[in-house]
């Protein structure tokens, strides 16, 4: 399984690598929506996309809600499964980040056992 890290935190980025790779992820980052974007475009070209990306909210350059727009807007995109996980907590951004095409929204600060329980829910980590 493949995950992209999309935080313009280091830190951040760092602990959620540890995670993921804890779980048997093989991790990329990219430190705003348009590296994001880019990775994403470079993997498609070596059929390697993301199973997931994890998303944050506010960025630099581009932002994780313009970023899920982007990657719902290419057909060849929608078996990735998209997380916004951020410190945007209001139900009208939480709306509209699953409205734009995320499949689950973390807020931060959280704890570690609640990434693996929303990637269980998207069916990327076995149950038990």
């Given at each position: ?26 991790v ?66 939480i709306?509209?980040a ?27 980590v076995?149950?038990?």
């Amino acid at each position: 399984m493949r995950a992209l890290l999309v935080d313009d935190s280091r830190t951040m980025r760092a602990l959620l690598a540890r995670l993921l790779t804890g779980l048997g992820f093989e991790v990329e980052h990219a430190a705003d929506g348009q590296e994001a974007l880019a990775a994403v475009t470079a993997a498609a070209a070596e059929d390697r996309l993301p199973d997931v990306c994890l998303v944050d909210w506010n960025m630099p350059v581009m932002t994780g809600l313009e970023f899920v727009v982007a990657v719902r807007a290419n057909p060849e995109w929608r078996d990735i499964s998209l997380m916004m996980v951020t410190t945007e907590s209001e139900h009208a951004q939480i709306v509209r980040a699953l409205a734009a095409g995320a499949h689950e929204y973390l807020i931060k600060p959280f704890p570690a056992e609640a990434i693996e329980e929303k990637l269980r829910l998207l069916g990327l980590v076995p149950v038990g």
